[in-house]
């Protein structure tokens, strides 16, 4: 089997990997043997993520790590949760916000909230974002941020399709500068990856029958997938 050069994406994802299971054995051990060898996986995965950054002390990114190792069950490493809205109108365009710290137009996105669904978390977000009251109609991917490239911290996201029932346009003061509906032809510009979910998102919208978007396994994962990875940004 050919084996083609590692792209940043896996490298970080390789590094992420190595970080979660050192941290997490280290929640489960109480050998001082065992904790030190999961020292040494930490510091070679925080070389590996400088290496691949730039500008991170590899010291400074382990006493990070370190500094997260719970005990037990609460130290077992998973990934964080977002959720993200597909909001469309009657006119079957897209919801979409600017983004207040990059500049950067994509759909209503957040963080799962404690003590909420993650679809009572896209209705807040929403409203919250945007002033659009919705109702979610569907979920329609669960994917995974590093490897699609959108993100360089081990994360899933949820999306949802919904469809808008009320309010007014109102970008948030603090979050987003500018907030609007979008034919799919006529996106903005400054778009965050359209070309991996747009189609999706506005088949979605149309009312077809679309299945849930997920990443599908790879053998072996850690080799990863050429034809699949994505390059972050």
């Known amino acids: 089997m050919t084996t083609e050069p590692a792209n940043e994406s896996n490298l970080i994802r390789w590094a992420e990997a190595l970080s ?12 001082l043997y065992e904790r030190e060898r999961f020292e040494e996986v930490l510091q ?18 382990v006493e990070a790590w370190l ?6 069950v609460p130290g077992y490493v998973t990934p964080k949760v977002t959720v993200g809205a597909v909001v469309g109108n009657d006119d079957h365009e897209i919801l979409l916000v600017k983004r207040a710290d990059t500049g950067i137009w994509l759909f209503p996105t957040g963080w799962a909230d404690v003590g909420y669904s993650p679809a009572e978390v896209v209705v807040k977000e929403v409203a919250e974002e945007t002033g659009i009251e919705c109702e979610v109609v569907r979920l329609i991917a669960v994917v995974d941020g590093i490897r699609r490239g959108f993100t360089r911290i081990p994360l899933v996201s949820l999306v949802f399709q919904c469809q808008m029932t009320g309010g ?11 907030v609007g509906f979008f034919p799919q032809h006529g996106l903005p510009d400054a778009v965050a990856g359209a070309e991996s979910w747009a189609d999706h998102a506005f088949r979605a919208i149309r009312g077809e029958d679309v299945e849930v978007d997920f990443d599908h396994p790879r053998s072996p994962p850690w080799r990863g997938d050429p034809q699949t990875d994505t390059e972050l940004q």
């Not at 991170?56 to 990114?61: E, F, V, Y």
């Open 67 to 72: 500094e997260s190792v719970g005990h037990g």
């Open 20 to 31: 979660a299971t050192a941290r997490t054995g280290m929640g489960f051990t109480e050998n």
């Open 168 to 178: 007014s346009l109102r970008p948030h003061p603090l979050e987003c500068d500018d």
């Open 44 to 61: 070679i995965a925080a070389d590996i993520r400088s290496h691949v950054q730039g500008g991170i002390d590899p010291d400074q990114q």
